[in-house]
């Protein structure tokens, strides 16, 4: 393989040393003479020029960059194709991969697993607006900067999500196995979810400090990531917030119509966790963990059902999961004996995975560590060289990264300072840390503490304004620094005015409003009562069954500049909201015999019971939760009564707004009296209630006279009021012939 070292490309890119080589392309560091900085060049090797498929890749993965402009991905400066040569230009990132980092930390602290999370999705939010999905995001493709901001690499396999979804049985290009989306280890179509999914498996890694599926085998994994479930977050790691615990789970959810749709719905859930720390979530699935679903024997012989993770009803038959295997979690379906039931199942993700392997090397991380050695050697003097020369000359050092100061003295780019002082016996392991002066910005040296004098004089030296603001403190001394603004290791530009909160005994001085969330109220009382502030109005409203007892609000916020005495009022979680009963009296009308009253809470049927329609009072349970409830009860679809309950007083209250039992008119179905006498339809009717009963005779053959003949209304299901007007239509006997009984002529 031919070494670019030495070499000038495109008569601007001076080639100074090799950063690491990856599966198709050679990574190099340059000096762009035009632009007069430092870059990296990515080359694709010789051997895959002429092959089609990795120069459409190479071609691919400059395309998506190149139109990409975002903070937190890796900048295309410029790009060259030919016959002979291709490679792409690229900002030169000074940091380590987030995998890295990883492993250094072993389990990240999760409040900056949120910060990576945010900065990760952002970049992914740019890319998907553009129409590209990155297809292998995993923490070996994000680099973590000094200052704690990453940068998103590596769109070798990316593809335009508007014009080109190909399949890994396509052409093999799968991300890395461990945190491809189910989709992807199928074989199927990928768009901006699979890229969630991913990222969901990268934060699962930062907070437990272990990958959600793991095996010796490839094909393994791929199978795991389409039919397991990861165990819970919060098994691994119990500090891990439940919150925290369901964004993580939701974006790893494989199917895909629970997942997050957008890197920016992702978002809003994270900014709304980090606005609520103690946050659940209402998903419209269940966030568990297959170990944790529900098993119900159906019969002695054990028919298990299975309630899986995205909250598909119960019906799936399986023997209970023993450790280290797989099951289809697909509704099983009587197959042919000489067929074997996982075949077709597996087949499309070993075609997509074995597709994978055949272009697997594109997987190894690009950037590789140089061997460290041990022998002892004097510290040589690096102060006024030049950090590119002094990290290339002394190469078998060991150096941290960088910290960038303003130094006047010294030139941008240049040491001016090193942790280890000339001819110190050092071996080639100890760590070095230079400072480097730079003319671009630096993180705000931490100064809490300091007199304020000393602190102004220190910021200054790295080339700072300074605001100096009085604060009333009883914890801090006067004269010392509380905090600063930006606060310390944010990175601010040369010439900025960082803000000195000083400590003062003055009476007048205005008092920052401490953050009261998660304390008790004794200990908020004792916070403010140290401050010289005073507790305000109290109020309690629900919140989990975690933070009860604890404050959830404040007002003023956090931080806020209030006069010396001003209270500050807070919210005590309840705990978790609890279904509440409370009992309705319903006052019944006047009528006869009994009826059906029905019971409804926020127009859902609750209650359905048999009354007596006597005027007397019949008392009816209702249980709910929440302020504003509207209940209603009905006898025979007629409204008797509705109004309004408070469960969250204590006790529950409620109040009637209309009583219509007053008004109350019965209503009855007519019974059928055709065919019967007259003195028996009477009877009948007055014994339903019916009063209202009008006779007609008509002559007419075929009845028996004082029979009823028809009646209005007819019998049927509907109900008529007991005073509505019953019409009977009676027979009678024919009249003899008129001429019989005439004399004759």
């Known amino acids: 393989?031919?070494?670019?070292?030495?070499?000038?490309?495109?008569?601007?890119?001076?080639?100074?040393?090799?950063?690491?080589?990856?599966?198709?392309?050679?990574?190099?560091?340059?000096?762009?003479?035009?632009?007069?900085?430092?870059?990296?060049?990515?080359i694709l090797k010789e051997e895959f020029l002429a092959n089609e498929e990795f120069s459409r890749r190479f071609k691919n993965e400059a395309k998506a960059i190149a139109i990409l402009s975002h903070p937190n991905i890796v900048k295309v400066y410029d790009i060259f194709f030919s016959?002979?040569?291709?490679?792409?230009?690229?900002?030169?990132?000074?940091?380590?991969?987030?995998?890295?980092?990883i492993n250094q930390q072993k389990i990240v602290d999760w409040k900056e697993a949120v910060h990576f999370t945010t900065q990760i999705l952002r970049a992914l939010?740019?890319?998907?607006?553009?129409?590209?999905?990155?297809?292998?995001i995993k923490p070996q493709n994000i680099m973590v900067l000094q200052n704690g901001n990453i940068k998103v690499a590596d769109f070798g396999i990316a593809r335009f999500s508007r014009s080109e979804t190909r399949t890994i049985t396509e052409n093999g290009a799968i991300g890395s196995v461990h945190y491809i989306s189910p989709e992807q280890a199928r074989g199927e179509l990928t768009d901006a979810q699979a890229d969630i999914y991913s990222v969901g498996v990268v934060l699962?890694?930062?907070?437990?400090?272990?990958?959600?599926?793991?095996?010796?085998?490839?094909?393994s994994v791929a199978l795991m990531q389409v039919q397991s479930e990861p165990v819970r977050p919060r098994d691994i790691n119990p500090m891990i917030p439940i919150g925290l615990e369901q964004i993580t789970l939701r974006a790893m959810q494989k199917e895909k119509a629970n997942r997050y749709r957008t890197a920016s719905e992702m978002l809003i859930d994270l900014d709304e966790f980090k606005r609520t720390p103690a946050i659940k979530f209402d998903y419209p699935f269940a966030t568990v963990s297959a170990r944790e679903a529900v098993f119900v024997n159906k019969s002695a012989a054990a028919d298990i059902r299975i309630r899986d993770g995205y909250g598909r009803e119960p019906g799936?038959?399986?023997?209970?999961?023993?450790?280290?295997?797989?099951?289809?979690?697909?509704?099983?379906?009587?197959?042919?004996?000489e067929e074997e039931p996982a075949k077709s199942a597996a087949l499309p993700i070993l075609i997509g995975v074995f597709s994978a392997l055949v272009v697997g090397i594109i997987l190894i991380a690009i950037f590789v560590l140089p061997g460290r050695g041990g022998k002892t050697i004097d510290m040589p003097e690096l102060v006024g060289k030049k950090y590119e020369d002094v990290i290339k000359e002394y190469d078998e050092l060991s150096f941290a990264p960088p910290v960038y100061v303003y130094n006047p003295d010294y030139a941008d780019g240049y040491v001016c300072e090193q942790s280890i002082k000339t001819g110190t016996k050092i071996k080639k392991s100890t760590v070095i840390t230079l400072s480097v002066s730079s003319d671009e910005g630096t993180p705000v040296v931490s100064v809490v503490g300091y007199q304020y004098s000393e602190a102004s004089s220190i910021l200054k030296s790295y080339g700072f304004s300074v605001k100096v603001v009085p604060e009333k403190s009883a914890t801090v001394k006067e004269g010392e620094v509380?905090?600063?603004?930006?606060?310390?290791?944010?990175?601010?530009?040369?010439?900025?005015?960082?803000?000195?909160?000083?400590?003062?005994?003055?009476?007048?001085?205005?008092?920052?409003?401490?953050?009261?969330?998660?304390?008790?109220?004794?200990?908020?009382?004792?916070?403010?009562?140290?401050?010289?502030?005073?507790?305000?109005?109290?109020?309690?409203?629900?919140?989990?069954?975690e933070n009860q007892g604890y404050i959830i609000g404040q007002e003023p916020q956090a931080d806020a500049q209030v006069k010396p005495g001003s209270e500050v009022a807070i919210i005590v979680s309840k705990g978790a909201e609890q279904d509440t009963t409370v009992t309705v009296?319903?006052?019944?009308?006047?009528?006869?015999?009994?009826?059906?009253?029905d019971a409804y809470l926020n127009n859902t049927k609750v209650r359905e019971i048999t009354v007596s329609l006597d005027g007397s009072t019949v008392r009816m349970d209702f249980t709910g939760r929440g302020k504003e409830n509207r209940f209603t009860v009905y006898i025979d679809a007629f409204l008797l009564c509705d109004g309004t309950i408070d469960f969250t007083a204590d006790p529950p209250t409620y109040e009637i707004s209309m009583d219509n039992s007053a008004s109350y008119t019965e209503k009855k179905a007519v019974p059928d009296v055709v065919r019967l006498s007259l003195s028996n339809a009477r009877q009948l009717l007055e014994g339903e209630g019916f009063t209202n009963i009008k006779v007609l005779e008509q002559?007419?053959?075929?009845?028996?006279?004082?029979?009823?003949?028809?009646?209005?209304?007819?019998?049927?299901?509907?109900?008529?009021?007991l005073d509505r007007e019953i019409t009977l239509i009676v027979a009678r006997s024919v009249s003899a012939d008129p001429w019989q009984n005439e004399p004759d002529d």
């Open 1 to 42: 393989m031919e070494s670019f070292e030495g070499k000038v490309l495109g008569n601007r890119y001076e080639v100074t040393e090799m950063l690491g080589e990856g599966g198709m392309a050679v990574v190099y560091k340059a000096f762009d003479a035009v632009e007069n900085r430092v870059v990296a060049v990515k």
């Open 83 to 101: 016959d002979k040569l291709q490679y792409i230009v690229m900002e030169y990132i000074e940091g380590i991969t987030l995998k890295e980092y």
């Open 125 to 136: 939010q740019h890319a998907h607006d553009k129409g590209i999905v990155h297809r292998d």
């Open 204 to 219: 699962y890694e930062m907070i437990t400090g272990r990958l959600p599926f793991d095996s010796k085998s490839a094909v």
């Open 316 to 337: 799936y038959r399986r023997p209970p999961v023993q450790p280290g295997t797989v099951y289809d979690r697909a509704p099983q379906k009587p197959e042919p004996e």
């Open 482 to 545: 509380i905090r600063t603004a930006p606060a310390a290791n944010e990175v601010a530009q040369y010439g900025a005015t960082i803000t000195l909160y000083v400590a003062t005994k003055d009476e007048n001085a205005p008092v920052a409003v401490p953050d009261l969330t998660g304390k008790t109220r004794a200990q908020a009382e004792q916070a403010l009562e140290d401050l010289g502030l005073k507790l305000g109005a109290v109020s309690e409203q629900f919140g989990t069954a």
């Open 585 to 597: 009296a319903v006052k019944l009308p006047t009528g006869s015999g009994s009826a059906t009253a």
């Open 699 to 721: 002559e007419t053959d075929g009845y028996t006279p004082g029979m009823v003949i028809s009646q209005s209304p007819s019998h049927s299901a509907t109900t008529y009021s």
